[in-house]
C-alpha cells in the first residue's frame, strides 16, 4: 500500500517535515492509462488533495506509457525528429518529453550517488562538438569517469573560441555570429572546474586521488584546487599515443567513443545537431543515466558502473528510471521502491 511520503504542496509545514499522520485517504480514481485505481489523499494541514501520482515522474503527462520507450530510443543514437515518427508523436510533444525525462534524470544522477569505495580512481578528457553552427559555435565537454567501473560522474557541455584553419567563409561568418550574439567566450574552465567539483563530492572519504589526463596543462591547477595537493596523485599521458587498449587512457577514450555513438548529435557527419547548448546537456544526462544504471558496464558483465560501486543493489530499467519524482534530493522516492 503506498504511503505518501510528504505532502508535495512546498509551501505546506508538512512538505519538509511530515509528521507520521500528516494525510487522510481520500478515495481514488481511475486514469484512463490504468486499470488500477489510483489513491487519493488529503492533507491534514493545508486540506489540499494529491494522488500517489502527484509522486510519479510523469504526473501530468499525456502518454506516460511511451516514455520508457522515448527515452530508450534517445539513449540509443536516435534523433528526435525520427524517434517522433517511430512512436507517432508531434516533435513538439518528443521535445517536451525528452526537456522533462532529462531534467528528471539530471536529478536522479545526482540523488543516487554517495562516496566513492576504497581504490577508485579518475580519468578525464575533453571531446569537441558544436551548436547550430559548425564552424562558428564549437564546444568542449569535459568528461569525466570512474575509471574501473566506467561510472560517468559529470559531464557539461561549455563554450569556446572557433580555432583551427581561417578561410575567408569563416572569418564572414565569424563576424556575422559576433554581430548577432557578441564577443564568443571561452567558458572551458567554468565546465572543467564543476566537472572536478561533482568528482572532489564523492571522494571525500579516499586517502589518494587517483586521476589520469592528458598533458593539457590547465587540468594540474584545477585538479589541485578540487582535490588538494596532498591527496591527488595526477598521472599525465601524452594525447599523441596511439589510441588503442594499451593506452592508459583507454577507460575514457572508450566512454566517448560510446557518447559519440549513443547520442546522436555527437556524432560525426550527422545529420543530427545541437541547436542549443543546453538541450546537448540535457541529451548527456540520457546518456549518462543509459550509461550508469541502465546498460551492463561490458557486455560480459551483470551489473551496472552504479552497481559496481554500490550505488544502487542492481541495474534498472528504462521504466524504473523513469518512476518516481526525483526533486526532493536524498529524500526523493527511491526509483527502486515498488511501483503502481
Ligand atoms: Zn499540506
Known sequence: MFRPPRCPYRSCSQHLRPDQHFFRRFGCY???????????????????????????????????????????????????????????????????????????????????????????????????????????????????????SRFVVWAESATIRPRGKMTPARRKAMAEDELRFGHRRDRSRRSLRR????????????????????????????AIEAFGSDRLVHGQTSSRLPRTIANPLFPINHTEAMVRDLTGRMRRDSWLVSKKRRYLDLGLQIFITYRNYVRRRFNFDRASPAELLGFVPRRITETEVLSWRQDWEASSIHPLAAGP
Open 30 to 148: 481511475l486514469p484512463k492509462c490504468r486499470s488500477q485505481p489510483v489513491p487519493r489523499f488529503r492533507c491534514r494541514v493545508c486540506l489540499r488533495t494529491f494522488s500517489r501520482q502527484t509522486f510519479r515522474m510523469d504526473y501530468r503527462d499525456h502518454r506516460p506509457d511511451l516514455n520508457a520507450r522515448l527515452f530508450q530510443s534517445l539513449a540509443s543514437g536516435l534523433g528526435l525528429r525520427q524517434t517522433s515518427r517511430n512512436l507517432r508523436l508531434s516533435l513538439r510533444c518528443t521535445e517536451l518529453k525528452f526537456r522533462k525525462i532529462a531534467r528528471h534524470l539530471r536529478r536522479l544522477n545526482l540523488n543516487l550517488r554517495g562516496p566513492l569505495p576504497e581504490g577508485s580512481s579518475f580519468q578525464l578528457d575533453e571531446i569537441e562538438t558544436y551548436e547550430a553552427r559548425r564552424n562558428t559555435r564549437p564546444l568542449s565537454i569535459p568528461f569525466l569517469i570512474e575509471t574501473k
Open 195 to 222: 566537472a572536478f567539483r561533482r568528482a572532489a563530492e564523492l571522494s571525500g572519504g579516499l586517502r589518494r586521488v587517483r586521476l589520469e589526463t592528458d598533458k593539457k596543462t590547465s587540468y594540474v591547477g584545477l
